[in-house]
T-cell receptor, first 115, second 117 residues
């Protein structure tokens, strides 16, 4: 099983609908992130969380909200989806302690299409 | 603000050719981390390397090598004797550095590499 699991993997929805993307991890990392990937724009940070009480906006947080339900769970919500939120979404975790590589561990991605 | 520029959006090479992917970054921090990630056609993101700003040694791992030059704010990635399996999108990334680790990672837009058999 993957260490970082995202659900759903694919979702098609309509404009105005509420959507939740869920992320769970078994790595025991405190830090979790949501990124969105668009062609020609790379990965852009939406929100990040360093523990259940610490949530921070990234560069493109407008139109999104998050919830850190537990150390292992970090959900991304689109309260009222719009077509320009069509993208590939990645959840990631990290444990950048001395001696570690500090890499981000990514989920497999959730492809969202908003019609 | 941090910024990562990957000026090459797409590169095509013939198998066995060497290819260099450029990465230029901007940061006001004196200490920071640099990363390269690979995204093959299957879509997952694969970590390749992390480099600390205070370690300017170049690194080689098999056919992969990285050239970090602080003076030019560049962290270039070279694949020697490219193979079809190297076809992917490659992302360069930058993070700040704090006690206990970095805060957040900023990615470039990626360079799509196509290796033609």
């Amino acid at each position: 099983d993957a260490d970082v699991t995202q659900t759903p993997r694919n979702r098609i929805t309509k404009t105005g609908k509420r959507i939740m993307l869920e992320c769970s991890q078994t790595k025991g990392h405190d830090r979790m992130y949501w990124y969105r990937q668009d062609p020609g724009l790379g990965l852009r940070l939406i929100y990040y969380s360093f523990d259940v009480k610490d949530i921070n906006k990234g560069e493109i947080s407008d139109g999104y909200s998050v919830s850190r339900q537990a150390q292992a769970k970090f959900s991304l919500s689109l309260e009222s989806a719009i077509p320009n939120q069509t993208a590939l979404y990645f959840c990631a975790t990290s444990d950048p302690q001395p001696g570690n590589t500090g890499e981000l561990f990514f989920g497999e991605g959730s492809r969202l299409t908003v019609l | 603000a941090q910024k990562v520029t990957q000026a090459q959006t797409e590169i095509s090479v013939v198998e066995k050719e060497d290819v260099t992917l450029d990465c230029v970054y901007e940061t006001r921090d004196t200490t920071y981390y640099l990363f390269w990630y690979k995204q093959p056609p299957s879509g997952e993101l694969v970590f390749l390397i992390r480099r600390n700003s205070f370690d300017e040694q170049n690194e080689i791992s098999g056919r992969y090598s990285w050239n970090f030059q602080k003076s030019t704010s560049s962290f270039n990635f070279t694949i020697t004797a490219s193979q079809v399996v190297d076809s992917a999108v490659y992302f360069c990334a930058l993070s700040d550095f704090t006690v206990g680790g970095y805060q957040k990672v900023t990615f470039g837009i990626g360079t799509k590499l196509q290796v033609i058999p």
